[in-house]
């Protein structure tokens, strides 16, 4: 089966500049998240969706960030604007049952961001 | 409020040998997974092992197993036979309630020949 796939690979803007990233799960996999992993760190929830409904994006910065999965399948996440802290990768994941707690996350590649 | 603490920054071991990279955790929800992922250079996260908080049994994937002892919680991983692609960081991540996966700060292992 197809992974999850994320584009782009790489970006590289200035601060202030908006940024989206794209993400298409694997198919079938109702549940997608959506995490920032800053170098050195572990991936940390912005967002998670059941279907094209949030079930928690308690930890997104509203003001600036926003992420939609329209028709339940492909997500965007937008960063307007950019700040410089806002430097990570930005990975995409999904998951087949998001109310069994067995049910394991599959990983995108990732998109790196870079603010300068 | 879950919590995972990896206290290992970074691991050295030799190849051929076993290695064990330490994680603890704290929840007040008695169901719960626990699962550990590893992350190459490349920066994919590859998905390793699974254990659930009512497994009788600590899990084995090939060379890996997942050292459980619920009482003390903590989790585990020990990676047998170290080979040099298993170079990476690792992460120990906890789910409560269908949430999403709550991660540890990772261990950076490095094999060496």
């Known amino acids: 089966e197809a992974g999850v796939a994320q584009s782009p690979r790489y970006k590289i803007i200035e601060k202030r500049q908006s940024v989206a990233f794209w993400c298409n799960p694997i198919?079938?996999?109702?549940?997608l998240y959506w995490y920032q992993q800053i170098l050195g760190q572990g991936p940390k929830l912005l967002i998670q969706?059941?279907?094209?409904?949030?079930?928690?994006d308690s930890q997104l910065p509203k003001d600036r960030f926003s992420a939609e999965r329209l028709k339940g399948v492909d997500s965007t996440l937008k960063i307007q604007p950019a700040k410089l802290e806002d430097s990570a990768v930005y990975l995409c994941?999904?998951?087949?049952?998001?109310?069994?707690?067995?049910?394991?996350?599959?990983f995108g590649n990732g998109t790196r961001l870079t603010v300068t | 409020a879950q919590k995972i603490t990896q206290t290992q920054p970074g691991m050295f071991v030799q190849e051929k040998e076993a290695v064990t990279l330490d994680c603890t955790y704290d929840?007040?929800?008695?169901?719960?997974?626990l699962f550990w992922y590893k992350q190459p250079s490349s920066g994919e996260m590859i998905f390793l092992i699974y254990?659930?908080?009512?497994?009788?049994q600590n899990a084995t994937e090939g060379r890996y197993s997942l050292n459980f002892q619920k009482a003390r919680k903590s989790a585990n991983l020990v990676i047998s036979a170290s080979q040099l692609g298993d170079s990476a960081m690792y992460f120990c991540?906890?789910?409560?309630?269908?949430?999403?996966?709550?991660f540890g700060k990772g261990t950076s292992l490095l094999v060496t020949p």
């Open positions: 254990q659930g908080s009512y497994d009788q």
């Open positions: 198919s079938g996999h109702a549940t």
């Open positions: 929840t007040s929800d008695p169901s719960y997974g």
């Open positions: 994941a999904s998951s087949l049952r998001w109310t069994a707690n067995n049910s394991p996350l599959h």
């Open positions: 991540a906890m789910r409560v309630s269908g949430y999403a996966l709550n």
């Open positions: 969706f059941q279907n094209n409904g949030v079930v928690d």
